[in-house]
């Protein structure tokens, strides 16, 4: 009975965040670049900090996407992206900037990526560098078809060996504060796109 009554509170729980996944446009013919978005709205009344999702070695949340046409995965590819692979530095102070602070009932984009071509099945992904760029050279327009988009936002805190010592990392206070307060788990999304021949 007290199990029962633990869950039907735990399922009425609102979600302080809610993830979108907003695709420009939603329909298009083959060979158009799509825009895919993943943008978090507050939906608590207190701010929330959100992790930047920028891969470079420092404090960071992830976020991406997963493409797929009739039940299969799809490599997609073919432009820009809101966190692309940095150079590793070696400073790993943390400033307030590393953090998205949204306020109640606001939203915002946590990442973004463009794409127009697919890899050909069949073709599994190199682990080499200069593999890697040939790989994407077989890349080719979007089939027709309607396809399944997935969209992921995550950050979890470093293990506590991780947030000090000397390859530990430095908070500024405001950063400090965010990090203390940030959101922690996984949140995703699903939308789907449209393209003709």
């Given amino acids: 009975m007290i199990a029962a009554a633990l869950l039907a509170v735990a399922t009425n729980v609102k979600p302080d965040l809610e993830l ?3 695709l420009v446009p939603a329909s298009a013919p083959s060979g158009t670049v799509v825009e895919a978005n993943l943008v978090v709205k507050n939906l608590s009344k207190r701010p929330i900090p959100l992790t930047r999702a920028v891969w470079d070695g420092g404090l960071c949340a992830r976020a991406w996407i997963e493409v797929f046409l009739d039940g299969k995965r799809v490599e997609v590819t073919g432009g820009d992206s809101s966190s692309p692979y940095l150079q590793v530095g070696e400073d790993f102070q943390v400033t307030s900037d590393r953090f998205h602070l949204v306020m109640p009932g606001s939203s915002s984009n946590v990442y973004w990526i ?3 071509r697919s890899i050909p099945s069949g ?3 190199p682990s080499g560098k200069g593999d890697y760029s040939k790989w994407l050279k077989t890349a080719l327009p979007l089939s027709a078809g309607k396809y399944e988009i997935r969209g992921y936002y995550e950050f979890r805190k470093p293990d506590r060996h991780e947030l000090g010592g000397e390859n530990g990392y430095e908070f500024t206070p405001t950063a400090l504060n965010h990090f203390r307060n940030a959101f922690v788990g996984k949140l995703q999304a699903t ?6 021949k």
Avoid at 191 to 196: D, Q, R, Y
């Fill in 191 to 196: 939308g789907s796109l449209s393209i003709t």
């Fill in 20 to 22: 979108r996944l907003v």
């Fill in 114 to 116: 463009k794409f127009d």
């Fill in 123 to 125: 073709s599994p992904r």
